[in-house]
């Protein structure tokens, strides 16, 4: 497992991995629902034309350690998966500063050099307007005392290896109370290529013998809870409290 430390508007982050295992002022946070990622998108209003696609090309190298720790996950199955579509497009729906995942415990946002972009819910959907050119980066902030995998994807493509994603790969490790920020797909263990959006042709997902352009334009994210041996343990109300082991001998 890896810890990274970075830096976002002067506060100093830490990012850690997993191994082995415009503005409007209507804009709110909204709760995502549990289960996203294996929805099929009907054809709507919301689809992109082919001109307003969008993919994430590689992009500027930016400096970003990481090193190893050692932590499991509680379970095989994640606690929440989420999906956002992306293109150069003017979505309908209820502007959202962030997404609340895990019932409020996990926000997720995204950004640029200029501030958060505002994400757009429709139908359960949430959809992004990028525009090609624009750098951009995976913000998501812990508010609770867990902790917490946050394996995420772009365009298909896992954003630590660069791998065709699973839902089951390795992830960035989300601390308690902290903020885990993702700039780009991990080309080594100190340094990432910057998520820029582009036309799909210019995208990695579409020049690397892992991705497919037909997955460009499409941003996962799937959270699983992980034991922490630092974290003490909760007590356990007990039954006999005065029976801790064998008679004593005589004094």
């Not at 997404?99 to 996990?106: E, N, R």
């Not at 700039?183 to 892992?210: C, H, L, M, W």
Request: aromatic letters at 8%; charged letters at 20%; proline letters at 5%.
């Amino acid at each position: 497992m890896v810890l990274h430390k970075k830096k976002l508007i002067a506060a100093a982050l830490w990012l850690v991995i997993l191994a082995g295992c415009s503005q409007s002022p209507s804009i709110q946070r909204e709760t995502a629902p549990s289960i996203q990622a294996e929805a099929v998108q009907a054809e709507s209003l919301q689809d992109a034309a082919e001109s307003e696609r969008l993919g994430t090309q590689w992009g500027d190298d930016v400096d970003s350690e990481i090193i190893t720790v050692d932590l499991s996950r509680t379970s095989d199955n994640p606690l929440q998966e989420m999906q956002i579509s992306y293109a150069d497009k003017n979505y309908q729906g209820r502007a959202v500063n962030s997404m609340s995942l895990l019932a409020g415990k996990v926000e997720f946002s995204i950004h640029t050099d200029n501030g958060k972009l505002p994400l757009y819910r429709d139908a359960g959907n949430y959809y992004l307007k990028g525009m090609a050119g624009q750098a951009y980066r995976l913000v998501y902030h812990n508010n609770s005392a867990n902790t917490y995998e946050i394996v995420a994807s772009v365009d298909g493509l896992n954003v630590l290896n660069g791998s065709a994603a699973s839902r089951y790969d390795d992830g960035y490790v989300l601390r308690p109370n902290d903020d885990l920020v993702i700039e780009g797909f991990r080309k080594s263990q100190s340094a990432v290529a910057s998520f820029i959006f582009s036309k799909p042709d210019n995208a990695y997902a579409a020049n690397t013998s892992s991705g497919s352009i037909e997955n460009t334009g499409v941003i996962g994210t799937v959270i699983y809870e992980l034991y922490d041996p630092s974290k003490p343990k909760p007590k356990q109300a007990k039954a006999y409290p005065a029976d801790k082991g064998y008679a004593k001998p005589p004094q």
